[in-house]
């Protein structure tokens, strides 16, 4: 079945190291994201490839980078977690459509299951 | 400052019930809303949406509202069934956008059998 891949589901990492999540998709869609979701919060877009065009919000702190070797996958590095950065990271996925007329199809998001992150 | 609301956190049904979830956002530009569906160890997926363009769109048992002059909209679900019970985001893009989603909260619906 095609899917969207999150390794690993759980994460613990120390205060200040370094750590990367991963993501990858079988749906050969060409935009990914990164959503950060605290406990009993809405997620949060962190950034999204479109193809290898990377794009940031303006809020998501330098702490976090991403990486997209390839189509197939995505990922996160926290450069030094501190405690704030706990969290559930969603990756997901879409296709952009192109319409005639220059209008986009409008697609959903499909989602992994999440890295749940833990720093200690 | 939240631009897509879920005021209640949770909501308990009784099968065969109709369930109302709402949503209210206060970003007028928002002209594309999508409701997804959570359960616990798993991402959410995608359930049904609607352009600014039109009041309602249905999906079988799912139907979704939108009033654009309140900015609000609501998911039915009608019956409700116990496998319905779980997160439900309520979700909003721009035009031009698909790429930005800003979500609510988030309410849990719990059908009791």
């Known amino acids: 079945d095609a899917m969207v891949i999150q390794n690993p589901r759980y994460q613990v990492t120390q205060f200040g190291k370094p750590v990367t999540l991963s993501c990858s998709q079988t749906?050969?869609?060409?935009?990914m994201y990164w959503y950060q979701q605290k406990s009993s919060q809405a997620p949060k877009l962190l950034f999204h490839?479109?193809?290898?065009?990377?794009?940031n919000e303006a809020d998501t702190p330098d702490n976090f980078q991403s990486r997209r070797p390839n189509t197939s996958f995505c990922f996160l590095d926290i450069r030094s977690p501190g405690l704030g950065d706990a969290a559930m990271y969603l990756c997901?996925?879409?296709?952009?459509?192109?319409?005639?007329?220059?209008?986009?199809?409008?697609?959903?998001?499909?989602f992994g299951p999440g890295t749940r992150l833990t720093v200690l | 400052d939240q631009q897509v609301k879920q005021n209640s956190p949770s909501l308990s049904v009784q099968e065969g019930r109709i369930s109302i979830l709402n949503c209210d956002y206060t970003n007028s530009m928002f002209d594309y809303f999508l409701w997804y569906k959570k359960y616990p160890a798993e991402g959410p997926t995608f359930l049904i949406s609607?352009?600014?363009?039109?009041d309602k769109n249905e999906d079988g048992r799912f139907t979704v509202f939108l009033n654009k002059s309140a900015k609000h909209l609501s998911l039915h679900i009608v019956p409700s069934q116990p496998g319905d019970s779980a997160v439900y985001f309520c979700a909003a893009s721009t035009g031009g956008s698909n790429y930005k989603l800003t979500f609510g909260k988030g309410t849990l619906l719990t059908v009791n059998p």
């Open positions: 997901a996925t879409s296709r952009d459509k192109r319409l005639a007329g220059g209008l986009k199809k409008r697609n959903e998001q499909f």
């Open positions: 490839y479109y193809d290898k065009d990377f794009n």
């Open positions: 609607i352009s600014s363009i039109k």
């Open positions: 749906l050969n869609h060409n935009v």
